[in-house]
Each structure stands twice: as structure tokens, then as C-alpha cells.
């Protein structure tokens, strides 16, 4: 699918208000409640659009603690079998095959420091793990969804 200067205008919206109504949409937009409804529905079709979502205070759900660990590793570690691990740890937020320093890069919000060793010892676990660097956030500055240019 080929995204033109008016579906990036739709995402841009969406991301900025995912929950707006086709019509608020549309007339942001200079289209019809249906037409914007249904380049919205393409976009989700073509997987453009992965999902809808509602962006939460980590904080406020107590997951204060946020960390990034890089995980060394004595094999290959972007097979199934890593995938599954990390996916039943709850903590793990996101996970990333990486070049660099290590072989994953993965994000880590937990309510507490001793839930996050407690999530460090679950991560040496993992089959090839041979040792992990944690950097503990401070404070954010922002995070923002990919940008529609």
C-alpha cells in the first residue's frame, strides 16, 4: 500500500486522538465521516495501522521503575525460542534483537528495584544469556510514537 499526503495527515490525527469520531476525523482532514472511515479501515488492512491502543501512566499503575537491559549472549539469540522467554516475563515491556555492545536490548517497567533484580534474574535465565547491563531511568523526558512525515 502506498500512504499518500492525506493518510499520513489521517495517522497523524490518530495518533495525536486514536478515539475522535470518523466525523471530527474527516473534518480535520478535509474528508467525509465515511470516506476517512474507510481509508482508516485500509490502513488497518494493509497493517499500517498495528492496532489502537490508549497510552497509560506507568506510574500510576505503580510500574515506576523503568530500565533498559542489554543482554549478552554466548549464541544467536533472535530465534523462538528467546521470543517465547522473553514474552513470559511480564516486565519486559519490549524486546529487541540488536548490533552493538550485545546481542538484545529490552525495556523493563516494574514497581520496585527488587522487582527489578527479581526480572534480571529472570532474564539470566534465558538460555545464551551469559550477562546483562541495566540502565535504571531517572526521569523521562518524553516518548512519543513514530512521527508521520
Do not use: C, N
Request: aromatic content about 4%.
Amino acid at each position: 500500500m502506498t500512504i499518500d499526503d492525506l493518510d499520513r495527515k489521517l495517522l497523524a490525527a490518530l495518533q495525536d486522538d486514536a478515539g475522535q469520531s470518523y466525523a471530527a476525523l474527516g473534518q480535520a482532514v478535509g474528508l467525509s465521516a465515511g470516506s476517512a472511515h474507510e481509508r482508516v479501515r485500509k490502513l488497518k488492512a494493509a497493517g499500517v495501522i498495528r492496532r489502537t491502543t490508549v497510552e497509560v501512566d506507568p506510574a500510576a499503575l505503580g510500574q515506576g521503575v523503568l530500565a533498559f537491559v542489554l543482554l549478552d549472549a554466548s549464541a544467536w539469540m533472535g530465534d523462538e525460542p528467546t521470543l517465547h522467554a522473553l514474552r513470559t516475563i511480564p516486565a519486559v515491556q519490549e524486546a529487541h534483537i540488536i548490533a552493538g555492545p550485545a546481542s538484545v536490548l529490552v525495556k523493563v517497567r516494574t514497581a520496585t528495584t527488587e522487582d527489578l533484580q527479581a526480572t534480571l534474574r529472570a532474564l539470566h535465565q534465558i538460555d545464551g544469556v551469559t550477562s546483562t547491563q541495566t540502565i535504571v531511568v531517572l526521569e523521562s523526558y518524553f516518548e512519543r510514537p513514530p512521527a508521520v512525515m
